[in-house]
Protein backbone atom coordinates (compact mmCIF):
# COMPACT_ATOMS: atom_id res chain seq x y z
CA UNK A 1 0.00 0.00 0.00
CA UNK A 2 1.61 3.47 -1.01
CA UNK A 3 2.07 5.82 1.55
CA UNK A 4 0.56 9.51 1.77
CA UNK A 5 2.87 12.23 0.87
CA UNK A 6 4.56 14.11 4.01
CA UNK A 7 3.56 11.21 6.57
CA UNK A 8 6.78 10.42 8.68
CA UNK A 9 8.24 7.13 8.41
CA UNK A 10 10.57 4.98 10.74
CA UNK A 11 13.01 2.40 9.39
CA UNK A 12 14.49 -0.60 11.85
CA UNK A 13 17.89 0.16 9.25
CA UNK A 14 19.74 1.80 11.06
CA UNK A 15 17.10 3.63 13.22
CA UNK A 16 16.81 5.69 10.54
CA UNK A 17 14.42 8.81 10.20
CA UNK A 18 13.02 9.50 6.70
CA UNK A 19 10.81 12.64 5.98
CA UNK A 20 8.57 12.95 2.61
CA UNK A 21 8.03 16.28 1.98
CA UNK A 22 4.52 16.82 0.14
CA UNK A 23 4.38 17.96 -3.19
CA UNK A 24 2.50 21.05 -4.72
CA UNK A 25 0.30 19.95 -7.15
CA UNK A 26 -0.63 23.04 -9.81
CA UNK A 27 -4.06 22.55 -10.91
CA UNK A 28 -4.89 21.92 -15.18
CA UNK A 29 -5.96 25.70 -15.71
CA UNK A 30 -2.85 27.05 -13.91
CA UNK A 31 -0.37 24.86 -16.43
CA UNK A 32 -2.52 25.67 -19.37
CA UNK A 33 -2.36 29.55 -18.57
CA UNK A 34 0.80 29.69 -17.78
CA UNK A 35 2.20 27.99 -21.25
CA UNK A 36 -0.45 30.16 -22.95
CA UNK A 37 0.96 33.40 -21.31
CA UNK A 38 4.79 32.20 -22.14
CA UNK A 39 3.64 31.57 -25.87
CA UNK A 40 2.05 34.89 -26.05
CA UNK A 41 4.99 36.55 -24.70
CA UNK A 42 7.47 34.65 -27.48
CA UNK A 43 5.42 35.90 -30.12
CA UNK A 44 5.07 39.43 -29.21
CA UNK A 45 8.51 39.50 -28.80
CA UNK A 46 9.04 37.71 -32.26
CA UNK A 47 6.23 40.42 -33.67
CA UNK A 48 8.85 43.57 -32.27
CA UNK A 49 11.79 41.86 -33.89
CA UNK A 50 10.90 41.29 -37.28
CA UNK A 51 8.45 44.60 -37.63
CA UNK A 52 8.66 44.47 -41.57
CA UNK A 53 7.69 40.85 -42.15
CA UNK A 54 4.17 41.71 -39.21
CA UNK A 55 3.20 44.87 -41.11
CA UNK A 56 3.47 43.15 -44.65
CA UNK A 57 1.37 39.98 -42.85
CA UNK A 58 -1.31 42.14 -41.61
CA UNK A 59 -1.14 44.56 -44.88
CA UNK A 60 -1.80 41.21 -47.23
CA UNK A 61 -4.61 40.04 -45.06
CA UNK A 62 -6.32 43.59 -45.04
CA UNK A 63 -6.17 43.25 -48.67
CA UNK A 64 -7.45 39.96 -49.24
CA UNK A 65 -10.16 40.82 -46.99
CA UNK A 66 -11.39 44.53 -48.82
CA UNK A 67 -10.84 43.27 -52.59
CA UNK A 68 -10.16 39.43 -52.63
CA UNK A 69 -7.22 37.53 -54.49
CA UNK A 70 -7.01 41.26 -56.75
CA UNK A 71 -5.96 42.89 -53.85
CA UNK A 72 -2.83 40.35 -53.47
CA UNK A 73 -1.81 40.14 -57.36
CA UNK A 74 -2.50 43.82 -58.25
CA UNK A 75 0.42 44.92 -55.61
CA UNK A 76 2.53 41.97 -56.14
CA UNK A 77 2.40 43.08 -59.50
CA UNK A 78 3.08 47.03 -58.77
CA UNK A 79 6.20 46.01 -56.48
CA UNK A 80 8.05 43.63 -59.01
CA UNK A 81 7.68 46.58 -61.75
CA UNK A 82 9.26 48.75 -58.96
CA UNK A 83 11.39 46.87 -58.23
CA UNK A 84 12.95 46.02 -61.18
CA UNK A 85 13.06 49.91 -62.64
CA UNK A 86 14.75 50.30 -59.15
CA UNK A 87 17.57 47.85 -60.23
CA UNK A 88 18.08 49.33 -63.25
CA UNK A 89 18.33 52.52 -62.31
CA UNK A 90 20.76 52.08 -59.47
CA UNK A 91 21.50 48.25 -58.61
CA UNK A 92 23.59 49.05 -55.81
CA UNK A 93 21.33 50.88 -53.31
CA UNK A 94 18.32 47.57 -54.60
CA UNK A 95 20.74 45.36 -53.16
CA UNK A 96 21.41 47.04 -50.04
CA UNK A 97 17.81 48.34 -49.06
CA UNK A 98 15.71 45.44 -51.21
CA UNK A 99 16.60 42.43 -52.33
CA UNK A 100 19.74 42.01 -49.71
CA UNK A 101 17.75 41.72 -46.48
CA UNK A 102 14.74 39.37 -48.57
CA UNK A 103 17.18 37.40 -49.65
CA UNK A 104 19.41 37.24 -46.37
CA UNK A 105 16.12 36.12 -44.53
CA UNK A 106 15.34 33.33 -47.32
CA UNK A 107 19.14 32.12 -46.77
CA UNK A 108 18.42 31.95 -42.72
CA UNK A 109 15.77 29.99 -42.77
CA UNK A 110 16.09 27.40 -45.54
CA UNK A 111 19.93 26.59 -45.95
CA UNK A 112 21.57 28.04 -42.62
CA UNK A 113 18.93 27.07 -39.87
CA UNK A 114 18.56 23.84 -41.27
CA UNK A 115 21.63 22.85 -41.36
CA UNK A 116 23.10 25.15 -37.92
CA UNK A 117 23.12 22.21 -35.18
CA UNK A 118 24.93 19.79 -37.25
CA UNK A 119 27.42 22.36 -38.63
CA UNK A 120 27.87 23.68 -35.48
CA UNK A 121 28.59 20.47 -33.75
CA UNK A 122 31.04 18.83 -36.49
CA UNK A 123 33.40 21.79 -36.17
CA UNK A 124 33.86 21.52 -33.01
CA UNK A 125 31.85 25.05 -31.59
CA UNK A 126 29.28 23.55 -29.65
CA UNK A 127 29.87 23.52 -25.68
CA UNK A 128 28.31 21.68 -23.41
CA UNK A 129 26.76 23.03 -20.20
CA UNK A 130 24.69 21.08 -17.02
CA UNK A 131 24.92 17.99 -19.63
CA UNK A 132 23.10 19.74 -22.49
CA UNK A 133 24.42 21.21 -25.94
CA UNK A 134 24.95 25.33 -26.25
CA UNK A 135 25.22 26.26 -29.52
CA UNK A 136 26.16 29.82 -31.03
CA UNK A 137 23.25 31.56 -32.00
CA UNK A 138 22.16 32.62 -35.67
CA UNK A 139 21.34 36.44 -34.97
CA UNK A 140 21.20 37.54 -38.72
CA UNK A 141 21.64 36.83 -42.46
CA UNK A 142 22.79 39.67 -44.59
CA UNK A 143 22.91 39.23 -48.31
CA UNK A 144 24.09 41.26 -51.75
CA UNK A 145 25.51 40.13 -54.81
CA UNK A 146 27.85 37.68 -53.99
CA UNK A 147 28.48 37.09 -50.40
CA UNK A 148 26.53 36.11 -46.84
CA UNK A 149 27.42 37.62 -43.98
CA UNK A 150 26.35 35.51 -40.95
CA UNK A 151 25.54 37.38 -37.88
CA UNK A 152 26.66 35.20 -34.88
CA UNK A 153 26.64 35.26 -31.06
CA UNK A 154 29.16 33.29 -29.54
CA UNK A 155 28.16 30.46 -26.41
CA UNK A 156 29.95 32.44 -23.51
CA UNK A 157 33.64 31.67 -22.98
CA UNK A 158 34.18 31.62 -26.67
CA UNK A 159 36.35 34.00 -28.31
CA UNK A 160 36.44 34.97 -32.53
CA UNK A 161 40.07 32.92 -32.69
CA UNK A 162 37.96 29.73 -31.85
CA UNK A 163 35.78 30.64 -35.29
CA UNK A 164 39.10 31.64 -37.04
CA UNK A 165 40.58 28.03 -36.34
CA UNK A 166 37.59 26.31 -38.46
CA UNK A 167 37.41 29.32 -40.67
CA UNK A 168 37.81 26.40 -43.64
CA UNK A 169 35.67 24.04 -41.98
CA UNK A 170 32.60 26.22 -41.53
CA UNK A 171 33.01 27.21 -45.22
CA UNK A 172 32.51 23.63 -46.58
CA UNK A 173 30.12 23.02 -43.88
CA UNK A 174 27.70 25.40 -45.51
CA UNK A 175 28.69 24.46 -48.99
CA UNK A 176 30.90 27.05 -49.88
CA UNK A 177 35.06 27.24 -50.75
CA UNK A 178 36.00 30.61 -48.96
CA UNK A 179 34.87 32.46 -45.81
CA UNK A 180 35.96 35.17 -43.46
CA UNK A 181 35.89 35.64 -39.37
CA UNK A 182 35.79 39.11 -38.27
CA UNK A 183 35.46 40.43 -34.79
CA UNK A 184 34.15 43.53 -35.82
CA UNK A 185 31.62 44.34 -38.55
CA UNK A 186 33.73 43.76 -41.32
CA UNK A 187 31.90 47.05 -43.32
CA UNK A 188 32.96 50.43 -42.91
CA UNK A 189 30.22 53.31 -41.68
CA UNK A 190 28.79 55.18 -44.51
CA UNK A 191 29.81 58.41 -44.85
CA UNK A 192 26.28 60.32 -44.53
CA UNK A 193 25.11 63.79 -45.66
CA UNK A 194 22.37 66.03 -46.68
CA UNK A 195 18.99 66.76 -44.44
CA UNK A 196 19.09 63.20 -42.43
CA UNK A 197 22.66 63.06 -42.25
CA UNK A 198 22.23 63.92 -37.92
CA UNK A 199 20.06 61.38 -37.74
CA UNK A 200 21.77 58.76 -39.86
CA UNK A 201 24.83 59.30 -38.20
CA UNK A 202 22.71 58.13 -34.22
CA UNK A 203 21.51 55.29 -36.16
CA UNK A 204 25.16 54.06 -37.52
CA UNK A 205 26.06 54.78 -33.79
CA UNK A 206 24.12 51.78 -32.87
CA UNK A 207 24.59 49.38 -36.17
CA UNK A 208 28.43 49.69 -36.38
CA UNK A 209 28.37 49.60 -32.30
CA UNK A 210 30.93 47.72 -30.21
CA UNK A 211 29.60 44.32 -29.87
CA UNK A 212 32.07 41.65 -28.15
CA UNK A 213 29.90 38.98 -27.77
CA UNK A 214 28.82 38.62 -31.39
CA UNK A 215 31.18 37.60 -34.28
CA UNK A 216 30.73 37.74 -37.86
CA UNK A 217 31.46 35.17 -40.35
CA UNK A 218 31.42 35.79 -44.45
CA UNK A 219 30.55 32.81 -46.67
CA UNK A 220 31.43 33.85 -49.86
CA UNK A 221 28.59 32.74 -52.14
CA UNK A 222 29.19 34.03 -55.51
CA UNK A 223 32.63 34.33 -56.40
CA UNK A 224 33.17 37.99 -58.18
CA UNK A 225 37.18 37.89 -58.47
CA UNK A 226 37.18 36.03 -61.68
CA UNK A 227 36.55 38.35 -64.26
CA UNK A 228 39.53 40.42 -64.86
CA UNK A 229 39.65 43.81 -63.63
CA UNK A 230 39.66 46.72 -65.36
CA UNK A 231 42.58 49.78 -64.72
CA UNK A 232 40.71 52.64 -62.12
CA UNK A 233 40.20 55.90 -63.48
CA UNK A 234 43.44 58.32 -62.84
CA UNK A 235 42.52 60.76 -60.64
CA UNK A 236 43.38 64.39 -60.83
CA UNK A 237 44.78 64.95 -57.50
CA UNK A 238 45.03 61.19 -55.75
CA UNK A 239 43.65 60.57 -52.38
CA UNK A 240 46.49 59.38 -50.68
CA UNK A 241 43.98 57.86 -48.01
CA UNK A 242 41.65 56.13 -50.34
CA UNK A 243 43.74 54.95 -53.58
CA UNK A 244 41.30 52.85 -55.83
CA UNK A 245 43.63 49.53 -56.35
CA UNK A 246 41.12 46.48 -56.46
CA UNK A 247 37.92 44.59 -56.96
CA UNK A 248 36.70 43.39 -53.50
CA UNK A 249 34.68 40.40 -52.66
CA UNK A 250 31.30 42.30 -52.48
CA UNK A 251 31.91 44.02 -55.84
CA UNK A 252 32.73 47.14 -53.84
CA UNK A 253 36.48 49.08 -54.45
CA UNK A 254 39.45 48.23 -52.18
CA UNK A 255 41.41 51.68 -51.76
CA UNK A 256 44.87 51.58 -50.49
CA UNK A 257 45.82 54.27 -47.45
CA UNK A 258 49.06 55.18 -48.66
CA UNK A 259 49.75 58.19 -46.44
CA UNK A 260 51.80 57.24 -43.30
CA UNK A 261 52.51 53.88 -44.29
CA UNK A 262 54.62 51.17 -46.02
CA UNK A 263 53.43 48.66 -48.26
CA UNK A 264 55.19 44.78 -48.34
CA UNK A 265 53.77 42.87 -51.64
CA UNK A 266 54.82 38.86 -51.58
CA UNK A 267 53.81 36.76 -54.12
CA UNK A 268 55.17 33.61 -56.23
CA UNK A 269 56.25 34.10 -60.20
CA UNK A 270 53.34 34.98 -62.31
CA UNK A 271 51.10 35.78 -59.20
CA UNK A 272 50.49 39.40 -60.42
CA UNK A 273 52.97 41.69 -58.48
CA UNK A 274 53.26 43.44 -61.25
CA UNK A 275 49.02 44.57 -61.28
CA UNK A 276 49.77 45.39 -57.69
CA UNK A 277 52.52 48.00 -58.10
CA UNK A 278 51.24 49.45 -61.72
CA UNK A 279 47.70 50.15 -60.02
CA UNK A 280 49.53 52.03 -57.79
CA UNK A 281 51.55 53.91 -60.23
CA UNK A 282 47.68 54.48 -62.27
CA UNK A 283 46.16 55.52 -59.15
CA UNK A 284 49.07 58.31 -58.06
CA UNK A 285 49.44 59.55 -62.19
CA UNK A 286 47.58 63.23 -61.31
CA UNK A 287 49.85 63.49 -58.34
CA UNK A 288 53.25 62.63 -60.11
CA UNK A 289 52.43 64.84 -62.87
CA UNK A 290 51.40 68.15 -60.61
CA UNK A 291 54.65 67.50 -58.68
CA UNK A 292 52.48 66.14 -55.60
CA UNK A 293 54.36 62.56 -55.74
CA UNK A 294 58.00 61.65 -56.59
CA UNK A 295 58.53 57.94 -57.92
CA UNK A 296 61.73 56.64 -57.46
CA UNK A 297 62.06 53.14 -58.79
CA UNK A 298 64.60 50.54 -58.24
CA UNK A 299 64.03 47.92 -60.57
CA UNK A 300 66.62 45.07 -60.73
CA UNK A 301 65.63 43.06 -63.09
CA UNK A 302 67.33 45.27 -65.94
CA UNK A 303 64.17 47.27 -66.26
CA UNK A 304 61.90 44.56 -67.52
CA UNK A 305 59.28 45.85 -65.60
CA UNK A 306 59.56 49.33 -65.10
CA UNK A 307 61.60 50.67 -67.82
CA UNK A 308 58.31 51.15 -70.07
CA UNK A 309 57.06 53.77 -67.83
CA UNK A 310 60.44 55.58 -67.17
CA UNK A 311 59.12 59.08 -67.90
CA UNK A 312 56.70 58.74 -64.73
CA UNK A 313 59.74 58.29 -62.60
CA UNK A 314 61.87 61.14 -61.01
CA UNK A 315 64.54 59.16 -60.03
CA UNK A 316 65.37 55.19 -61.43
CA UNK A 317 67.79 52.91 -61.29
CA UNK A 318 67.64 49.11 -63.04
CA UNK A 319 71.18 48.55 -63.99
CA UNK A 320 73.79 49.43 -61.67
CA UNK A 321 73.39 48.32 -57.72
CA UNK A 322 75.45 51.47 -56.78
CA UNK A 323 73.21 53.39 -58.40
CA UNK A 324 70.51 52.04 -56.60
CA UNK A 325 72.28 51.92 -53.57
CA UNK A 326 72.52 56.08 -54.12
CA UNK A 327 69.23 55.88 -54.70
CA UNK A 328 68.26 55.03 -51.10
CA UNK A 329 71.04 57.06 -49.48
CA UNK A 330 69.69 59.85 -51.20
CA UNK A 331 66.36 59.01 -49.90
CA UNK A 332 67.58 59.05 -45.87
CA UNK A 333 69.39 62.93 -46.89
CA UNK A 334 65.35 64.16 -48.17
CA UNK A 335 64.36 61.93 -45.08
CA UNK A 336 67.06 63.75 -42.91
CA UNK A 337 66.66 66.71 -44.23
CA UNK A 338 62.83 66.61 -43.52
CA UNK A 339 63.10 65.01 -39.88
CA UNK A 340 65.38 68.65 -39.01
CA UNK A 341 62.93 70.93 -41.10
CA UNK A 342 59.91 69.32 -39.32
CA UNK A 343 61.21 68.19 -35.64
CA UNK A 344 58.84 70.53 -33.33
CA UNK A 345 56.14 71.51 -35.85
CA UNK A 346 54.32 68.47 -37.00
CA UNK A 347 53.82 64.94 -36.25
CA UNK A 348 53.23 63.40 -39.74
CA UNK A 349 54.58 65.08 -43.33
CA UNK A 350 51.43 66.54 -45.45
CA UNK A 351 52.46 66.19 -49.08
CA UNK A 352 52.67 69.47 -51.06
CA UNK A 353 53.90 70.38 -54.38
CA UNK A 354 56.80 72.13 -53.15
CA UNK A 355 57.12 69.49 -50.18
CA UNK A 356 56.08 65.98 -52.45
CA UNK A 357 55.48 62.68 -51.29
CA UNK A 358 58.49 60.58 -52.21
CA UNK A 359 57.82 56.78 -52.90
CA UNK A 360 60.08 54.91 -53.50
CA UNK A 361 59.18 51.65 -55.44
CA UNK A 362 61.53 48.15 -55.52
CA UNK A 363 60.42 45.51 -58.06
CA UNK A 364 61.99 42.42 -56.24
CA UNK A 365 63.92 43.65 -53.17
CA UNK A 366 65.31 39.95 -52.27
CA UNK A 367 67.83 40.98 -55.11
CA UNK A 368 69.02 43.97 -52.73
CA UNK A 369 69.04 42.13 -49.29
CA UNK A 370 69.97 38.71 -50.34
CA UNK A 371 71.04 37.60 -53.52
CA UNK A 372 73.52 40.51 -54.35
CA UNK A 373 76.91 39.25 -54.14
CA UNK A 374 78.75 42.46 -52.55
CA UNK A 375 78.66 41.90 -49.10
CA UNK A 376 79.67 45.59 -48.72
CA UNK A 377 76.96 46.53 -50.78
CA UNK A 378 74.35 44.69 -49.40
CA UNK A 379 75.28 46.12 -46.06
CA UNK A 380 74.67 49.69 -47.66
CA UNK A 381 71.53 48.80 -49.16
CA UNK A 382 70.38 47.33 -45.99
CA UNK A 383 71.45 50.19 -43.93
CA UNK A 384 69.62 52.49 -45.81
CA UNK A 385 66.25 50.72 -46.01
CA UNK A 386 66.07 50.13 -42.33
CA UNK A 387 66.13 53.71 -41.72
CA UNK A 388 63.57 54.61 -44.19
CA UNK A 389 61.06 51.86 -42.95
CA UNK A 390 61.99 52.36 -39.36
CA UNK A 391 61.49 56.17 -39.58
CA UNK A 392 60.54 57.69 -43.44
CA UNK A 393 56.43 56.92 -42.61
CA UNK A 394 56.24 59.94 -40.88
CA UNK A 395 58.20 62.45 -42.69
CA UNK A 396 56.82 61.13 -46.02
CA UNK A 397 59.42 58.85 -47.64
CA UNK A 398 57.80 55.58 -48.34
CA UNK A 399 58.62 52.17 -49.13
CA UNK A 400 56.51 49.86 -51.64
CA UNK A 401 58.70 46.56 -52.20
CA UNK A 402 57.66 43.61 -53.49
CA UNK A 403 59.40 40.01 -53.34
CA UNK A 404 58.72 36.29 -53.82
CA UNK A 405 60.38 34.87 -50.96
CA UNK A 406 59.59 36.09 -47.67
CA UNK A 407 61.94 34.62 -45.69
CA UNK A 408 63.53 36.43 -42.35
CA UNK A 409 67.17 35.89 -44.11
CA UNK A 410 65.74 37.48 -47.13
CA UNK A 411 63.76 40.08 -45.83
CA UNK A 412 64.99 40.75 -41.66
CA UNK A 413 62.74 43.77 -41.12
CA UNK A 414 59.59 42.35 -42.81
CA UNK A 415 57.97 43.85 -39.33
CA UNK A 416 58.25 47.15 -40.18
CA UNK A 417 55.72 47.14 -42.87
CA UNK A 418 52.26 48.34 -41.69
CA UNK A 419 50.58 47.08 -44.83
CA UNK A 420 51.01 43.66 -46.03
CA UNK A 421 49.58 42.00 -49.62
CA UNK A 422 49.62 38.42 -50.24
CA UNK A 423 49.36 36.87 -53.53
CA UNK A 424 49.77 33.54 -54.33
CA UNK A 425 52.28 31.64 -52.17
CA UNK A 426 53.91 28.15 -52.99
CA UNK A 427 53.76 27.04 -49.06
CA UNK A 428 51.44 27.85 -46.08
CA UNK A 429 53.82 29.09 -44.04
CA UNK A 430 54.68 32.06 -46.18
CA UNK A 431 51.29 33.43 -45.44
CA UNK A 432 51.91 33.81 -41.71
CA UNK A 433 55.40 35.25 -42.77
CA UNK A 434 53.86 38.37 -45.20
CA UNK A 435 50.51 38.44 -43.44
CA UNK A 436 51.58 37.92 -39.63
CA UNK A 437 50.94 34.65 -37.18
CA UNK A 438 48.00 33.49 -37.56
CA UNK A 439 46.41 34.81 -40.58
CA UNK A 440 45.77 31.98 -42.45
CA UNK A 441 44.01 30.62 -39.89
CA UNK A 442 41.84 33.81 -40.41
CA UNK A 443 40.77 32.93 -43.70
CA UNK A 444 43.50 34.08 -46.08
CA UNK A 445 44.41 31.14 -47.87
CA UNK A 446 46.95 32.24 -50.07
CA UNK A 447 48.64 29.12 -51.31
CA UNK A 448 45.20 27.92 -52.30
CA UNK A 449 45.27 30.29 -55.60
CA UNK A 450 43.78 28.98 -58.52
CA UNK A 451 45.34 29.10 -61.70
CA UNK A 452 43.50 31.96 -62.72
CA UNK A 453 43.82 34.01 -59.94
CA UNK A 454 46.34 36.16 -60.99
CA UNK A 455 46.69 39.63 -59.00
CA UNK A 456 44.27 38.00 -56.40
CA UNK A 457 45.83 38.26 -53.21
CA UNK A 458 44.59 39.24 -48.93
CA UNK A 459 45.54 42.42 -47.48
CA UNK A 460 46.36 42.86 -44.28
CA UNK A 461 45.83 46.81 -43.33
CA UNK A 462 47.31 48.62 -40.02
CA UNK A 463 45.21 47.73 -36.77
CA UNK A 464 42.77 45.21 -38.68
CA UNK A 465 43.87 41.50 -38.07
CA UNK A 466 41.42 40.20 -40.43
CA UNK A 467 42.54 39.78 -44.27
CA UNK A 468 40.25 40.74 -47.29
CA UNK A 469 39.92 39.08 -50.19
CA UNK A 470 40.36 41.47 -53.41
CA UNK A 471 41.89 41.17 -56.92
CA UNK A 472 43.72 44.41 -58.18
CA UNK A 473 43.38 45.52 -61.77
CA UNK A 474 45.13 44.83 -64.61
CA UNK A 475 47.25 47.30 -66.52
CA UNK A 476 48.50 46.36 -69.80
CA UNK A 477 51.19 47.76 -71.88
CA UNK A 478 49.33 50.05 -73.38
CA UNK A 479 47.92 51.31 -70.74
CA UNK A 480 51.35 52.07 -69.21
CA UNK A 481 52.51 53.93 -72.38
CA UNK A 482 49.44 56.13 -72.30
CA UNK A 483 50.47 56.96 -68.80
CA UNK A 484 53.95 57.90 -69.26
CA UNK A 485 52.56 59.81 -72.08
CA UNK A 486 49.89 61.85 -70.61
CA UNK A 487 50.94 61.81 -66.80
CA UNK A 488 55.15 62.53 -67.51
CA UNK A 489 57.01 63.58 -64.29
CA UNK A 490 57.97 67.92 -64.31
CA UNK A 491 61.17 68.74 -66.26
CA UNK A 492 62.55 69.54 -62.31
CA UNK A 493 61.02 66.67 -60.57
CA UNK A 494 64.58 65.08 -60.87
CA UNK A 495 67.88 64.76 -62.98
CA UNK A 496 65.43 62.47 -65.53
CA UNK A 497 68.25 62.63 -68.36
CA UNK A 498 71.44 62.49 -66.11
CA UNK A 499 69.98 59.34 -64.43
CA UNK A 500 69.74 57.94 -68.12
CA UNK A 501 73.48 58.62 -68.58
CA UNK A 502 74.28 57.08 -65.38
CA UNK A 503 72.22 53.77 -66.12
CA UNK A 504 74.20 53.66 -69.54
CA UNK A 505 77.44 53.08 -67.98
CA UNK A 506 78.35 49.42 -67.57
CA UNK A 507 78.38 47.64 -64.41
CA UNK A 508 82.50 48.28 -63.27
CA UNK A 509 84.24 45.10 -63.26
CA UNK A 510 85.12 44.00 -59.80
CA UNK A 511 88.43 42.96 -59.32
CA UNK A 512 88.51 39.37 -57.08
CA UNK A 513 88.98 40.04 -53.27
CA UNK A 514 92.94 39.02 -52.67
CA UNK A 515 93.21 36.19 -50.66
CA UNK A 516 95.58 35.33 -48.02
CA UNK A 517 97.99 32.00 -48.82
CA UNK A 518 97.00 29.25 -46.67
CA UNK A 519 98.87 25.76 -46.11
CA UNK A 520 98.27 22.43 -45.71
CA UNK A 521 95.58 21.31 -43.07
CA UNK A 522 98.15 19.19 -41.43
CA UNK A 523 100.40 19.53 -37.85
CA UNK A 524 103.90 20.94 -38.02
CA UNK A 525 105.01 17.13 -36.89
CA UNK A 526 103.45 15.31 -39.49
CA UNK A 527 104.32 17.34 -42.21
CA UNK A 528 108.16 17.13 -40.77
CA UNK A 529 107.87 13.23 -40.51
CA UNK A 530 105.94 13.03 -44.35
CA UNK A 531 108.71 15.55 -45.57
CA UNK A 532 111.95 13.06 -43.96
CA UNK A 533 110.10 10.18 -45.88
CA UNK A 534 110.63 11.84 -49.25
CA UNK A 535 113.94 12.52 -48.54
CA UNK A 536 113.60 16.82 -47.74
CA UNK A 537 114.52 18.80 -44.93
CA UNK A 538 112.63 18.44 -42.22
CA UNK A 539 110.98 22.62 -40.98
Known amino acids: MRRPRGEVVLTTAGDLLVIRPKRFVLPMWAVVLGLVLRWFARGCWWCLRHPVTVGLFVLAVVLYADYGWAGLVVPLVLASAVSAVWRWRNEASWWRWCAGPLLGRFRQVFVYRRAWREAMTLCGLAETYERRAVLPELLRVRSDQALDVLTIRMVRGQTPADFQQVTANLAYAFGQRHARVYSERPDDPPTRTGYWALLLRLVDQVRFRDRPTVVYLVLVRTDALRPVVAPFDAPAVPDLTALPLARR ?291
Open 249 to 539: EDLGTWSLHLLATHVLIGGATRSGKGSVLWSLVRSLAGGITSGLVRLWVIDPKGGMEFAMGRPLFARFACKSFEAMADLLDEAVMVMRERQTRLAGTVRVHTPTEADPLVVVVIDEMAALTAYLQDVDLRKRIAGSLGLLLSQGAGVGVLVVAALQDPRKEVLPFRDLFPTRIALGLTEASQVDLVLGDGARNRGALADQMPRWAKGVGYVILDGTPEPMRVRFSYVTDDHIRDLARQYPAPADAADILAQVGRESIPEPVRLPLPRKPSGPLLPDALRNLLDRDNGGEPR
